[in-house]
């Protein structure tokens, strides 16, 4: 019953299933930056987002009436976390687990 | 051509014939007229062909029956119909008689070879069969240049003359246009009865009492003024008819509007999207209402303003011309309703065009009533006016009445808004069924199934964990589903509030339990992995850019001869290390147990890549030790529990071993244990690893500790911390500082506030035996902190003693405390020559490009040493204090001075130096505010 997704793939998402209800910046490989509030995230790490803001909102005014929104987790590059609510001892220890021994 | 054939006499007789009654029975022959003047044209327009087989399918031309020639029957009275329809329309418009029977173009073969149908079915002909064979195609007949033939159509005309000719034929009289609307109405109604909703049919019963209620208020009123009656009656047969035709309309539209039943509908169009697309009429017809409603005020306004033109008019005139006031004063109530109603009519048929017809239903409902109230306004007037009310009084009704609709209409608003959200809310209700769902949840959690979700979903479990524990909350439930040995499922964190659904996880957990059941059975079968099916149903998360090997950028080769030994040395070390290692331990092994401790191996100190790797290994070996823990076995299965703590003794073992804490002190410098101390990694660990190791252990590790603790990374950087200059090295010695300062002496605290004073006396004299220069150490900041730690420590033991709190036994207590003194002594007055030079202010220079916040900053640094002092004076002897306010004299007094006579930045820094100074007086038994300058 081994399946197909990645340990360190499970070990993002289980960071960031700690991470509901938290202010995250998700930044797209189309260079767009949304910060929301994350909802979810599955093991995809698709991302659902709340009350979100766009960072260059000039340069993007359709997304200003955009209030939430589901990203598909291909197309994320980068996903900014609060400092504060990752335990990056514990990120470790989970990495070292992860890691096939 | 024929046209000009034509014979008016014979006119003449056919209309004879009518007017004795000979026609009747063919009154309503005119729907099988497709051969006649009248005709339509519509059959041209069907599409007929491939007919090439009928014959096949239907039988060849042979002998045919008559029995069935319905039309050939009716056929031979065909020129009393045609003569028929022309006299209809020579009454109609006798002056247009003559163009019209131009128009006509009567057929002249019919005058001169009077065929009847009969005559061609007779007609053996083939001529006279094959457009019968192939449908019947009066277009074929055509083409074949046989006009003359055929009865039917016998001129080569083309469609649109013959529609022509249909337009014509349509020019009919007031009296045929009524019956038509009659059956239409019928037929309407007809269908109305079987394919409307009951609903529908309430919603008009209802709209057609409230009118008749209306009228029927109305006529009451109408009867007290006899003089008005007549001209209402007819204003209201006006509005009946009105009513009648809004509702015909409205009824022909609904016949237009009804839905086919779902099975019929495309997709597109299935009652789950039809829900979606009344949502959006729903939205326009808001808006609509709104305008519409808007529309009503305005003409209320209007009314009213016309109303009070009345009353002001009619005050001017008096009672007396109370008959006679309506005439000279505009437009009656009734005038107006019917300009309403008009204005309605317009309205609705420009609406009924939109498919929004059903919501307006409720909208007119909505006029109604307002239209009703405004009528018992009026009505209310009348009856005031009778009795005399005053002008408030009526006013003061007015606005009641306003108040009335102004609230209906509120009301009616705040209704539709609530069933407008519901109805936003469930528009997507049901759009999958209850096993649609199920697939889906099944194949999603199928994917979530893993052999060990604690160890899949470790970060997002153990940090939920610490999240309870650090608000308070015990471990509740362990947020993993397990299945026996086979998987189970990671639920990760638990919900903050009360979940929306508490049975959806009851429902998951079914689900996973099924399948992983159903897994497990499958499993057996086959032998094979089970859920091979089901992988990547849902896509796969990582594509062939993890499994293909990464693109090699950098072409080196691995064993390079330019530098062998040291490629060398790295591919090898852990190999050689090994053996070496293995072969070291074994004699330093027998060497110990011989006794022989002063003779030992000599090894190189640990390299930085050894001391990773050997930290790494002790990581894994805590975790595993951690997890061991948390999965305690439950109290009653002794058995496992002997198990569980055989496994976890030896971890621990093997983390002690990994330690390298009884390595000989002298294997080298640094300690193989200091080295492992030195990347931040190493110091972290220490804590997270002392929690497995009992106190005896710790005491050794301790003592190691104490004894090799001029070797530790942090004690030969701390210079680099004399500056305040922002350098790498020295951000990362204070680093490595605060690391050692949080972990290591952290791990050590609780060892050391359980320590024995004997201990504490032996400790701090191999601490002064082993630095060889106390002063330097005491000038670190883990020296410091180290050496304030022990004398608390005593000076907790010594006050504990005092109070009588730890009953000790007299005689061991005094000699331990004569040897304390002893030793203290002997730290005390090493460290005399040294004290000014402890704190980091004396030996920090603050250089004219510091920033002012510098000197806080060298005031906070300063505490730690304020705070070593006030230990230290805690614990001298009188001469010491003495020894201890004469070299700190300039110190305090600086630091008084400047905080008193404001040579300070700001009141910060003014308070950390007061309090700093404070610290060390209060120890003394003295305050700073005892000293006068």
Known sequence: MRHNFCPLGSLIFSVFKTLTDQQVTVELKNDLSITGVLKSVDQFLNIRLDSIKVLDEARHPHMMAVKNCFIRGSVVRYVQLPSEHVDTQLLEDATRRGAPT | ?933
């Open chain 2, 1 to 933: 051509m024929s046209f000009f054939d034509f014979q008016g006499e014979n006119l003449e007789d056919e209309r004879e014939r009518i007017r004795n009654g000979g026609l009747h029975e063919n009154e309503d022959v005119a729907v099988y007229t497709w051969g006649e003047d009248s005709y339509d044209g519509l059959g041209d327009a069907l599409q007929e062909g491939d007919d090439d087989f009928n014959d096949e399918t239907f039988g060849g031309p042979g002998v045919v029956g008559k029995d069935f020639d319905f039309a050939g029957q009716t056929s031979l009275l065909e020129p009393e119909i045609s003569q028929h329809k022309t006299a209809n329309r020579a009454v109609a418009s006798p002056q247009d008689l003559a163009p019209v029977r131009q128009a006509e173009q009567h057929p002249p073969v019919e005058r001169r070879a009077p065929q009847s149908l009969e005559s061609i079915w007779d007609d053996k002909s083939p001529f006279s069969v094959l457009p019968r064979e192939n449908g019947g195609s009066r277009f074929a007949e055509r083409e074949r240049g046989q006009p003359s033939i055929s009865q039917f159509s016998p001129y080569p005309e083309s469609p649109m003359l013959h529609q022509a000719h249909a337009s014509q034929g349509g020019a009919r009289t007031l009296q045929e246009i009524e019956a038509e609307m009659r059956t239409a109405a019928i037929q309407s109604r007809n269908t109305l009865q079987r394919q409307q909703s009951a609903l529908r049919l309430q919603q008009e019963e209802e709209q057609f009492l409230q009118e008749q209620a209306f009228q029927r208020r109305r006529l009451a009123a109408q009867q007290q003024r006899e003089r008005e009656r007549e001209e209402r009656e007819m204003q209201l047969q006006a509005l009946q008819r009105l009513q009648q035709q809004q509702v015909m309309q409205m009824r022909e539209h609904t016949q237009h509007q009804r839905t086919p039943p779902p099975r019929m509908l495309p997709v597109s169009q299935s009652p789950r999207f039809l829900d979606q697309r009344q949502m959006l009429l729903l939205q326009q017809e808001d808006q609509l209402r709104l305008q519409q409603e808007l529309q009503e005020q305005l003409r209320m306004e209007d009314l009213e303003r016309q109303l009070r033109a009345q009353q002001i008019s009619q005050l001017n005139q008096g009672p007396i011309h109370f008959n006679h006031r309506r005439q000279p004063s505009g437009p009656t109530i009734a005038e107006l309703q019917a300009l309403q109603q008009q204005q309605q009519q317009q309205n609705r048929r420009h609406r009924s065009q939109s498919p929004a017809y059903q919501e307006f239903n409720v909208a007119q409902q909505n006029i109604q009533m307002q239209q009703r109230l405004l009528a018992e306004l009026a009505q209310a007037e009348y009856l005031r006016e009778f009795q005399g009310a005053t002008q408030a009084e009526q006013e003061a009704l007015r606005a009641e009445a306003m108040r009335k609709i102004v609230e209906a209409e509120k009301m009616e608003d705040k209704r539709r808004n609530k069933a407008a959200k519901i109805a936003h809310m469930s528009r997507y209700n049901d759009l999958m069924t209850q096993s649609d769902k199920d697939f889906i949840t099944r194949i999603q959690v199928s994917q979530l199934v893993t052999p060990d979700p604690y160890a899949d979903d470790f970060y997002a479990q153990v940090y939920s964990a610490i999240v309870r524990s650090r608000m308070g909350l015990q471990m509740q439930d362990e947020r993993v589903l397990k299945f026996g040995s086979s998987g189970g499922i990671s639920l990760g964190a638990p919900q903050k509030g009360p979940t929306r659904r508490p049975n959806a996880m009851q429902r998951m957990e079914q689900q996973v339990e099924r399948i992983v059941s159903n897994a497990r059975r499958r499993e057996e079968e086959k032998g094979l992995h089970s859920l091979h099916s089901l992988q990547g149903a849902l896509g796969k998360t990582s594509g062939r850019s993890y499994k293909a090997a990464p693109r090699q950028l950098l072409q080196v080769d691995e064993n390079p001869a330019t530098s062998p030994s040291h490629a060398h040395a790295h591919a090898h070390i852990s190999k050689e290390d090994a053996k070496e290692g293995a072969a070291t331990e074994a004699a330093k092994f027998s060497r110990e147990t011989l006794g022989n401790g002063g003779n030992v191996v000599r090894k190189d100190p640990l390299t930085h890549r050894q001391v990773l790797a050997i930290l790494e290994a002790l990581y894994d070996l805590v975790l595993k030790v951690e997890q061991l823990r948390r999965d305690r076995p439950p109290q009653e299965d002794e058995q496992a529990g002997q198990q569980w703590e055989r496994e976890c003794n030896e971890i621990v073992e093997q983390l002690w071993e990994g330690l390298k804490v009884m390595v000989p002190l002298e294997t080298s410098n640094p300690h193989p244990f200091v080295s492992l101390l030195f990347p931040s990694k190493g110091k972290k660990l220490l804590p997270r690893l002392t929690r497995h190791i009992d106190q005896p252990r710790m005491l050794t590790l301790m003592t190691l500790l104490v004894a090799c603790f001029t070797q530790l990374d942090v004690v030969k950087q701390a210079p680099l911390l004399d500056s305040l200059d922002d350098t790498p090295e020295q951000a990362e010695a204070e680093r490595q500082t605060q690391a050692f300062l949080t972990s290591v002496l952290q791990s050590i605290l609780p060892v050391v506030t359980k320590l024995e004073l004997h201990y504490v006396t032996a400790l701090l004299g191999l601490l002064i035996e082993r630095s060889q220069d106390i002063g330097a150490l005491a000038q670190t900041k883990p020296g410091l902190a180290l050496l304030t730690l022990f004398l608390s420590r005593v000076e907790v033991i010594k006050q504990a003693w005092g109070t009588g709190a730890d009953p000790i036994d007299r005689v061991s207590a005094s000699a331990s405390l004569e040897q304390w003194q002893a030793v203290f002594d002997q730290f005390f007055a090493l460290l005399t020559p040294h004290f000014l030079r402890l704190f980091p202010s004396s030996r920090i220079t603050l250089q004219a490009h510091h920033p002012a916040s510098a000197a806080l900053a060298i005031d906070i640094i300063d505490q730690p040493v304020w705070q070593f002092l006030a230990a230290l004076a805690l614990l001298a002897v009188p001469e010491q204090h003495q020894v201890l306010v004469t070299s700190l004299r300039d110190k305090v007094l600086e630091n008084v001075l400047s905080a008193n006579k404001g040579w300070v930045a700001d009141e910060d820094e003014r308070r950390t130096k007061l309090a700093n100074v404070n610290l060390f007086l209060h120890a003394l038994g003295l305050d700073s505010s005892q000293i006068t300058l």
